[in-house]
């Protein structure tokens, strides 16, 4: 949700090994996770830490989300110096998940793909350039709105024509929406009572279809 790069789990132990090394000896260290698969979630089963609660297979679960949202994940010992530092420049022993894609585009295609819409904006020809342009969508640009939503719930943007160009998290509920579509952003305060935000949907919360 926040988009983040990296997700740091600090541990009691320095990132992940085929096989629990407090039992095994001969138990391998693994630098790098491309995939986390059954194979090696397999690897945590059993594992424990005397530290964290549900050991490394809770870790792993969490790398999971991570990589799913495009976000890096380490595994590292949390008892040496400057642990984050350490990360930081190489030098600490730990396990580097790596994501296939960046947190933007996750959250693009979340958003896109995944979350539910539950309104619609139709919107005139100069607010279809300005979405095109990368810009923002502006109450002064929308013709019509249908639908029931709540403040940061996923609406569709559509032209004069019934296309779908976009989809959005809308700053506004339907009802503030209907009072303000097709007005300058300087009359939001006057018509709501209160500021809020100058954008019907910000162009960071919106993916063009």
């Given at each position: 949700m926040i988009q983040?790069?990296?997700?740091?789990?600090l541990s009691d132990i320095d990132g992940l090994y085929d096989k629990n090394p407090n039992i095994h000896a001969n138990a391998s260290h693994i630098p790098l996770v491309e995939e986390i698969n059954n194979d090696i979630m397999q690897m945590a089963t059993g594992s424990d830490s005397s530290i964290g609660t549900g050991g490394m297979k809770t870790k792993l679960i969490a790398a999971k989300i991570a990589l799913t949202g495009g976000c890096h994940a380490v595994i590292s010992q949390a008892?040496?110096?400057?642990?984050?530092l350490s990360i930081d420049d190489h030098q600490a022993k730990a396990t580097w998940f790596m994501a296939?894609?960046?947190?933007?585009?996750?959250?693009?295609?979340?958003?896109?793909?995944i979350l539910q819409s539950n309104g619609q904006l139709i919107i005139d020809d100069g607010a279809v350039?300005?979405?095109?342009?990368?810009?923002?969508?502006?109450?002064?640009?929308?013709l019509r709105i249908d639908g029931e939503f709540n403040r940061g719930d996923a609406v569709d943007i559509l032209d004069i024509n019934n296309n779908k160009l976009a989809r959005?998290?809308?700053?506004?509920?339907?009802?503030?929406a209907q009072k303000i579509i097709g007005k300058q952003t300087k009359l939001i305060e006057d018509i709501l009572g209160y500021q809020g935000r100058s954008e019907m949907i910000h162009?960071?919360?919106m993916v063009i279809l």
């Open positions: 983040a790069n990296l997700l740091i789990i008892n040496q110096k400057n642990p984050i296939n894609d960046t947190p933007t585009s996750s959250y693009k295609n979340w958003l896109s793909s350039a300005a979405l095109k342009d990368g810009k923002s969508l502006l109450p002064v640009g929308i959005g998290l809308i700053n506004f509920s339907y009802e503030e162009r960071n919360e």
